[in-house]
Each structure stands twice: as C-alpha cells, then as structure tokens.
C-alpha cells in the first residue's frame, strides 16, 4: 500500500480512538461533578486528592473547586511532563481540564443532597470510583493524586492504583478533621475513599487482581508494534519465533499479557500501526510476577520439600 493510502486508511482509526477517549472523559467528568457537587462538598467531606483540598478551600473562602483543581494540578503536570514526556501526559491534561470545568459547570444545576451523612459519603464514592475508573481505562488521570499515583506506579507496580490513592489521600482526610473541627467528617472521607478506590481496583482488575488478558500479535511490523506497547502501556512483550504451516515463511509471534482494561488500548496501538495484523485474545486465569500478583510462598510446604530433598540426599550417600 502507498505511504499517503496507508496514512489516509490510519486516520479514521485514530479519530474513533480519539472520540472514544473524549466520551469517557466527558462521562467521567460529569460523573465526577455529580459525585462533589451533590454529596460531598454539600456535606463537609473532603474525598482526598486536590478535589479534597480544592474542597476545603472551598469552605474556608468560596473559591470555585473546579478552577482550583486545576490550578494546583499546574506543578503536579510540571513532574509528570519531566517523568513521563508531553505525549505521555496529553490525555491526563485534557482530562484534567474536562474534569475540572466540569464540577463548576453543573455546580448551579445541582441539588445538593443533605441528608444522611453515611449515603452521602458511600454514593459520593461509588460516582467518584465510576468516574476515574472510566478516565483510567483511556490512559489517562485527572491529575491531582491520580497523577501522581499513576507516577509511583511506574516505580512500585505490585500495588494496585487504588491503594496509591489511599495512601496518598491520608494526609488530606487528616487535614480536613482540622479544617472542619469535626472528626466525624474525616471518618465520612475515610468510607467515601474507601468505596472509590475499591471501585476502582474491582472495574480496572476485576476482583482478582491475578487475573488478566494475554494478547498473541501476528504482523509483518511485530517490533514496531512491541515498542509502541512497551512504551505508552508499559507492559513486557515476548517474542516467539514461529513458521507458517501453509507459507512455510518464518516470522514473529508477540505475547503480552495485561490487565483487562488495558486491553483496549494495546488492540488500538496494534490496529494504528497494522490494520491487517492477526490478533488473539484470550483470559488469563492466573497472572503472577511483576505488575500483577505477587507469588505466594507457603513456608510449610518448603520446609516440607526441603525436608524431602535433604532425605534423599542422604539416601544417594549410602
């Protein structure tokens, strides 16, 4: 195929691509707002991450939220072009400014619900956990301690994105007992945190965090395919070696495990860069080894077989 055919068969690709990235940030987005506007900054609760602080600050001077979500996220987006490079953070910046227009748009047509404080804190999770699930499954954050756990995580894989949330959001759900003088609106952010990021780990991971997809690649452009998968999925690729049974030609054969919501993201890397590539996907039932579940050590049953390799040694020596 001529190079400008080949471009002009890419482009509507890459424009349903696109426009699926926009509707999840959209949907996101609204979602989001909901989840601020209608129970947690009516209530008093500030669910972690710069929307709790931008909340608190909300509280204390009636700044806007959404406008000081996204100025703070100005340094935070500072690290991650230095981290990760400008075409690495895109995504997360449109996000970001979605999410962030978003909460002060349907701010006046929201009633907020102020009611009781336990349904406002588990209902504010779920739509919060929903909407950054939706933004993470395009590749991208809304900034804030998104960002930054979607960062660590480059660095400490075997902890799952929502746990880095939690732990990153200690701080402010402590600040906010101080802010609110009321330790019961810091209990309130503790389960409203909790649901999301559980949220979030169930609809990314599934409810075992072992399991996944593994990808078989067939194409004429495996290494360009393993490079672009290696570099914007952060994920291993191996390479088989493989023969043609009715061409007899020898080729590349790429296997790539991922998680489930990564798996629409590498068949777009994979369908950009060959339309015509041959690809299987199949369930993963167990997935152990880094990014995925840790393997578990029983230390009776090696005590046990070392027991049984010491006898038979001494067995061998008489």
Known sequence: MPPVQAINAKAPQKAFVIAKDFSAYIAGSILMG???DMFTAPNHIAPGGLSGICTMINYTTGLP?????LLMNIPIFIWAFAEIGFLGVIKSLFATVISSVAIDAINPFIVPYRGNMMLASIFGGVLLGVALALIFMRSATTGGTDLIARLLGRHVRFIPIGKLMLCVDGVVV???AFVYRNIENAMYAIISIFV???LIDTILYGTDIGTGKVLFIISPKSREIANAILEDVDRGVTI???CGAYSGKEGEVLLCAVRRFEVAEVKDIVHTIDRRAFLIVGDAGEI????FRQAKVDQRQMKRLKAKKHKRTVYRRR
């Open 34 to 36: 909901i989840s601020i």
């Open 65 to 69: 939220i959404g406008i000081m979500t």
């Open 174 to 176: 402590i600040a906010s």
């Open 196 to 198: 999301c990021s559980k």
């Open 240 to 242: 088989l070696k493989s």
């Open 288 to 291: 152990t080894g880094e990014g």
